[in-house]
């Protein structure tokens, strides 16, 4: 029996594919500090202008360029796993499957967006890049996207995973990145935060802003600010890990496909397998796609939609989507990459649409499931990656007590190789399962207060 399906360079997919184009209702468009849609100029001191094309974009199809293609050969097609192990000792008459995205030179499925970007920055005339990172998987997937481009790279990461997690800096020093603690003192915004809170563990949103800041600060104006989730470029560039799974798929044999499952943060490696197969449920197939999440992070699950900032100084503009508030500061969990106040605008209304149906699972079963996997598929995977994980396997256990032989696939968004001391602290019954308060959620939601109110219209259909 065939356990992992390959593609050969040549059949790799050569467009991305853009859910804008389907969405039942249009995308609303980000605001500006007045409350009107931001234009394209107004991005420019941020972005380069080839990728807010494709931000704003609404062609379903977009071509990936031949160079960009070459820099993804390094390590695409990714597999995709027939997880028989798994199956086999969850006695489950499902077949489950997962797109191996930990295989990438970064160890993650953010490489796929982190060489598309530095490629248009670098046509554009970008000489440096600055970017904030949360456990450092973004920062080194970005650094190493840099050094395969010569384009510098400056990394604002999250005090706390700066301090709990050496190695990833040691990873962006290896490619050529400067990597530094936020809140820094190197930003106004960080410098005000630190004033504030001297002992804080930062936060993605304070990241962000300083990442910003340095990027639009820069006075000869050759820097520009890099995102490795929640925007639509992101996600449109990650779509290559669902389309190559189709194919797949396809390849095992698979007419159907009955759950799609990936962890979501800011919602790129969710998207980038699941989108492709959301239009197959626009155009009427029946799936079940299940974006999971942190109960202690719960942005789809507990949080409102509304248009909320995508860091904590206000720099970035409004976007439409769920969100826990700009100034939330997620609690120590170790799946640092989940840890987002916010969500991708895409995913968002897919939710809001009812074309997907988010569930939040607690950290211990998460690093149960993770260990059950390593056990028998032999991947010791990321800490997001494990919620993806648990959540196979309560469909699996679903599917057996249903005796239905249903097709799961979920995307395995990265190793845990850097991640180890979250396992020790697992072995060790040091972790607890936390549920954000509602009074902690309250309070974070009150930073949305005055703030416009998207107006999405339901279709109903879902
Ligand atoms: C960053 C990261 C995530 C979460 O980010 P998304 O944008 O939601 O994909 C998940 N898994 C791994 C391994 C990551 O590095």
């Not at 007045?34 to 234009?39: E, K, L, S």
């Not at 809140?183 to 990442?211: C, F, M, N, V, W």
């Not at 998207?271 to 202690?296: Q, T």
Request: one cysteine or more.
């Amino acid at each position: 029996m065939t356990v992992r399906m390959l593609l050969n360079e040549d059949e790799i997919p050569r467009q991305w594919y853009n859910l804008a184009a389907d969405l039942p209702t249009p995308l609303q468009p980000p605001l500006g500090p007045d409350g009107n849609p931001v234009t394209p100029e107004m991005l420019a001191p941020v972005f380069p202008m080839n990728l807010v094309e494709q931000e704003v974009s609404r062609e379903r199809w977009i071509d990936i360029p031949e160079e960009v293609l070459d820099l993804l050969y390094r390590w695409r097609p990714s597999p995709l796993h027939r997880a028989k192990y798994l199956e086999a000792v969850l006695d489950t008459p499902a077949r489950i499957y997962y797109k191996n995205e930990s295989l990438s030179p970064a160890g993650s499925h953010k490489p796929n967006t982190a060489v598309a970007q530095a490629w248009y920055n670098k046509q554009f005339g970008v000489k440096k890049l600055a970017t904030e990172t949360g456990a450092g998987q973004w920062g080194s997937a970005l650094a190493f996207a840099c050094s395969l481009l010569g384009l510098e790279c400056k990394v604002f990461m999250v005090r706390i995973s700066f301090d709990q997690k050496p190695f990833r800096k040691i990873m962006m020093e290896t490619w050529g990145a400067n990597c530094i603690a936020s809140p820094s003192d190197q930003t106004q915004a960080g410098r005000e935060i630190l004033a504030k809170h001297p002992h804080t563990p930062g936060s993605l949103g304070i990241a962000i802003s300083e990442a910003v800041e340095a990027a639009v600060t820069d006075p000869a104006g050759e820097t520009r600010y890099s995102l490795g989730s929640v925007l639509n470029h992101v996600v449109l560039h990650q779509t290559i890990t669902g389309l190559e799974s189709k194919k797949q798929l396809e390849k095992f044999g698979e007419k159907k496909v009955d759950v799609v499952i990936g962890c979501a943060g800011g919602g790129s490696n969710f998207a980038g397998l699941a989108f492709p197969f959301v239009l197959d449920k626009i155009n009427g197939a029946e799936i079940d796609i299940i974006p999971v999440e942190p109960f202690s992070c719960p942005t789809l699950t507990a949080a409102p939609f509304v248009y909320d900032h995508g860091d904590t100084a206000k720099m970035t503009p409004l976007l439409p989507m769920f969100s826990l508030g700009h100034d939330f500061i997620p609690p120590p969990i170790h799946a640092g990459g989940l840890r987002y106040h916010g969500m991708s605008p895409l995913v968002s209304q897919t939710v809001v649409e009812g074309l997907c149906a988010p569930r939040a699972i607690h950290q211990i079963e998460c690093y149960e499931s993770a260990v059950l996997f390593a056990r028998t598929e032999g991947i010791i995977i990321a800490p997001e990656t494990s919620h993806a994980v648990a959540a196979a396997i309560q469909e699996a256990k679903k599917a057996k007590e249903e005796g239905k032989e249903k097709v799961i696939i979920f995307n395995l968004s990265g190793h845990g190789l850097m991640d180890l001391t979250g396992y020790q602290k697992y072995f060790d019954e040091e972790l607890f399962d936390y549920a954000l308060p509602e009074e902690d959620l309250q309070r974070s939601l009150k930073a949305l207060e005055g703030l416009p109110k998207p107006s999405l219209a339901k279709t109903g259909r879902w």
